[in-house]
C-alpha cells in the first residue's frame, strides 16, 4: 500500500517536470526570466511584491504576477492597484482545492500572461510551506518569505522549502523588538537546511531591505549569475 | 483529464471518511473525546496548548497530544516538558512529506496512544490552511489557531478551513498595537463564511484569554452540547 502511493507520487513528480520544462522552454522562448515565490499564509509575499513593484526595478526591467490562490482574487487586485500586469490562478476545483501551484496549472494560465511585454514573471505561489516547494513549474529561481512572528524553528520543521531556495526572505523584523524571537538562532537553523540560500532581513511595512529585493529582482530578470 | 483527477481525489476521501469512523468507534469505545486543531505553521497552536495544558483543566480531564509534523519532534518535546503524554506522528515519506494528517496516519498512531488514561486527546496537525480541512480524521470537534500576524483576508482566501471549525482561536493579540490589523474586519470575514463558529482572543505569550480556552477544553472532554 505504502509502496503504491510513493509509486503514484513518484510519477506524478515526472509528469509535473515534463511540463515545468515544455513551460520553461515557453518562457525562454520569449526571453522571460521566472520566479517561483512562496511561503506560510500571510507571511507577506503580495506586500512585499506591493513594495518592491510599486515602482521600476533598477535596471527599467518590466515585470509580471501570476497570483496563485484557492480562490477569490484580493492579492490580484492589490498588485492590480500598482499598474502590475497580474494573472489570477485559482486552484479550487470541486473538492476543497489545491494546496500548491503545479507545471500543468501554470502551463493553463500561460496564454494569458503577457510574456512579449515583460523580463521577469514572479509566480505567487498559494501559502503553505509543505507541497509547493515539491512541484517544479518551469522557474529558474525559488525564494521564499519567513516571517519572523513564525518562530525560529520553522527550518527545522519544513526543511524542503527552506533547502529548495536560493533566497529566504526573512520579513517582518520591524515587529522584533515585540516578540520572544532569537534571529540567529533562525539563521542558524537555516545554516542547517541551506548553507547556500542567500537572506535578506525586510519589513513590507516600514520598507527596510526592500531595496535589496528590488536589486536581486532586477538582477534575476537579466539572469544574472549571482542570482542563479 | 480533470474529471478523472477528481473522481480519484473523491474515492480517496470516500477511503479517508471509512477509516475516520473506525477511529471514532475506537475513541468512543475508551470515552476519549477528540480535537483536531489546525492553523497554518507558526500561528501557535504548540504554545498555546503549552499554556492551555500546563495545569490541570478545570474538572479535571485528563489530556493526551498527538503531534502531526512532516519531520522531527521539536513540539512534541515542548509538550512532554509540560508532562502532558505525547505521541509524535510524522508525515515524512520518500518524497517531500504529506501536508495534512489523515484518517489512516492517526490510526497507525492509535496504539500508541494512552486512550484508557485520558478523556480528551488533542491531536495537533500539520502547520497548513488547505489541506487538514478535507481530512476528517475521527474527531469530535475542529478548532483552527489564526494569527493576528497573518492579516485580516485569511477567511477569504481559505474559506473551507474556517468554515470546517467549530472554533476560531485568534492568537497573538498582544501585537495588536504594533500591526495594521483591523480586528473587525478579520471577524467580519469571518462571519461572511462561517457566521456560527464560536472564536477566541489569546495571546500564548501573556496568557491572555487561555482560560477561556481551557474552559473550551473541559467542556469538550466531557463533549458538552455547547461545544458540539
Redesign the interface.
Given at each position: 500500500m505504502?509502496r503504491t502511493?510513493?509509486r503514484i507520487?513518484?510519477d506524478a513528480?515526472d509528469a509535473n517536470n515534463t511540463i515545468a520544462r515544455a513551460n520553461r522552454a515557453d518562457f525562454d522562448r520569449e526571453g522571460v526570466a521566472v520566479l517561483n515565490l512562496m511561503s506560510?499564509?500571510?507571511a507577506g509575499k503580495t506586500s512585499l511584491l506591493e513594495q518592491a513593484l510599486g515602482a521600476p526595478l533598477p535596471g527599467g526591467a518590466r515585470v509580471g504576477v501570476l497570483e496563485g490562490?484557492?480562490?477569490?482574487s484580493?492579492d490580484a487586485d492589490r498588485l492590480a492597484d500598482r499598474h502590475v500586469p497580474v494573472v489570477q490562478l485559482n486552484t479550487a476545483?470541486?473538492?476543497?482545492?489545491?494546496?500548491h501551484l503545479d507545471a500543468n496549472m501554470v502551463r493553463s494560465a500561460i496564454d494569458q500572461l503577457p510574456l512579449a511585454e515583460i523580463d521577469l514573471l514572479v509566480i505567487e505561489n498559494?501559502?503553505?510551506?509543505?507541497?509547493p516547494?515539491?512541484f517544479r513549474v518551469g522557474e529558474d529561481a525559488r525564494a521564499m518569505v519567513c516571517?519572523v512572528?513564525?518562530?525560529e524553528?520553522?527550518p527545522?520543521?519544513?526543511?524542503?522549502m527552506f533547502r529548495a531556495c536560493e533566497l529566504v526572505v526573512i520579513n517582518?523584523i520591524?515587529?522584533l523588538a515585540?516578540?520572544?524571537f532569537d534571529l540567529d538562532r533562525l539563521l542558524y537553523h537555516l545554516d542547517a537546511v541551506n548553507p547556500h540560500a542567500r537572506r535578506m532581513l525586510t519589513s513590507a511595512?516600514t520598507g527596510e531591505g526592500v531595496d535589496e529585493l528590488r536589486e536581486w529582482l532586477a538582477a534575476l530578470a537579466v539572469r544574472a549569475p549571482a542570482v542563479l
Open positions: 505504502h502511493r510513493v507520487v513518484e513528480l506560510a499564509p500571510g490562490d484557492v480562490q477569490g484580493l476545483g470541486g473538492f476543497g482545492g489545491e494546496c498559494v501559502g503553505n510551506l509543505v507541497c516547494a515539491e516571517s512572528t513564525e518562530g524553528d520553522k527545522l520543521k519544513y526543511p524542503l517582518k520591524d515587529l515585540h516578540l520572544d511595512r
